[in-house]
């Protein structure tokens, strides 16, 4: 049964009338063709398909589109302002911290939302946020990497 849904995506209101029950992350692909955010497990342990919902992070893929009803989310998409990379999109490319690409936005929105709640976050706050989400193709050190470089304490 359709519902009406509102809420804020990437910084504007949306309204749709979805299957409550419909996956958020299936929701943003089709419905809104944000096609950054990744199927990976489809069970919440991957973070391919991480976004932010009222700033933290989410598995998009095991979060009902009705739960996200009045809140803000964000995606890949929506870091980049005015045509141009979030920092942190920029210290992943500068980093070399993807190789296929697969993961990276799940990994960027996760450390994104790791940042946006702890702006001086430490080596091992990285580590262990970012613990859970998963690159097969290794580029785990240089993702971590690319996320001190945008930690205040970094700098």
Known sequence: MTELIEFKLNNKTVKLNVDGDRMLLWVLRTNFGLTGTKY???EG???ACTVLINDKAA???SISVRSVKGKEVTT???LMKKGKLHPLQKAF???DALQCGYCTPGMIMNA???LKSKPKATYEEIINEMENNFCRCGAHKRIVHA???ESVEAK
């Open 45 to 47: 342990f991957c973070g």
């Open 40 to 42: 990976g497990c489809g």
């Open 147 to 149: 996320i001190q470089t």
């Open 112 to 114: 994104y939302g790791l």
């Open 76 to 78: 890949i998409e929506g």
């Open 93 to 95: 490319a500068e980093n």
């Open 59 to 61: 598995r998009s893929c």
